[in-house]
């Protein structure tokens, strides 16, 4: 039986929940959720397990721990240039400062409090496309909410492109900021030095400006024939 932490040895430990938090959040980024036990965070953040259960219960309340304190800000942030955003009078202006709002806090929440940076968006991309089930309902739980008021907002600007079609393109821009964020050296070396991968604002503007295009292309029922080739399977 995992001996609990009594509470004078919390006492004597202020900053384990933080490491146990640290330690997790590398784990799961490295590993993916289901491959690391409690005794693998445990082990990694110089804790006993029972401290992990004594402050987090169990691995599934660690990771919802890891998204709140990280997605907590960056939601709200989103939300408030959101708002300011849907004021914006000019329907251009108006989904270029959309996109923006939801672009901009994943670049400037870096920090380990405050939402984004690299190892937790790493970490939201393997929880992404490991499908675990506890991991799909946290991911659902911490960002749908935002994500259908940003679409929501996108189709209010361009009435005429399927709700559909915006979803497909907001799913688009994930994917992209998803990578941007983990492997900003790659476009340093594809560009062979003449950008720099790892500029925040460059980037910002980069996507900002890809994603409006994206969204303001034909809808898919729209779009010219000569354009719409007919997909011709291979033969073997």
């Not at 659902?140 to 929501?152: L, P, V």
């Not at 709700?163 to 992209?176: E, K, M, N, P």
Request: aromatic share 6%.
């Amino acid at each position: 039986m995992v001996r609990k932490p009594t509470s004078k040895e919390a006492a004597r430990k202020p900053n384990m929940r933080e490491a146990i938090l640290a330690a997790a959040e590398e784990l799961f980024a490295t590993n993916g959720f289901n491959a690391v036990s409690v005794r693998d965070i445990a082990q990694a953040a110089g804790a006993n397990p029972g401290s992990v259960t004594y402050h987090f219960k169990t691995k599934d309340g660690l990771l919802l721990e890891i998204y709140r304190r990280h997605c907590g800000p960056m939601n709200l942030r989103r939300s408030e240039l959101l708002a300011a955003a849907k004021r914006v009078r000019d329907l251009q202006d108006r989904l270029e400062a959309i996109v923006r709002a939801y672009v901009v806090p994943a670049f400037t929440s870096g920090s380990d409090l405050a939402g984004g940076g690299a190892r937790f968006t790493r970490l939201r991309a393997v929880m992404s496309a490991e499908g675990n089930e506890v991991a799909r309902k946290i991911i659902a739980q911490t960002f749908d909410d935002t994500s259908h008021a940003f679409i929501d907002a996108v189709h209010e600007s361009l009435p005429h492109i399927p709700r559909t079609d915006i979803v497909w393109r907001s799913h688009f821009l994930l994917g992209a900021l998803y990578y941007s964020l983990v492997t900003p050296e790659r476009v340093s070396r594809l560009s062979r030095g003449e950008a720099d991968g790892s500029d925040a604002a460059a980037a910002i503007e980069q996507l900002v400006q890809a994603t409006v295009a994206a969204f303001q292309a034909p809808a898919l029922d729209q779009a010219a024939p000569a354009r719409r080739r007919p997909i011709v399977a291979s033969k073997t």
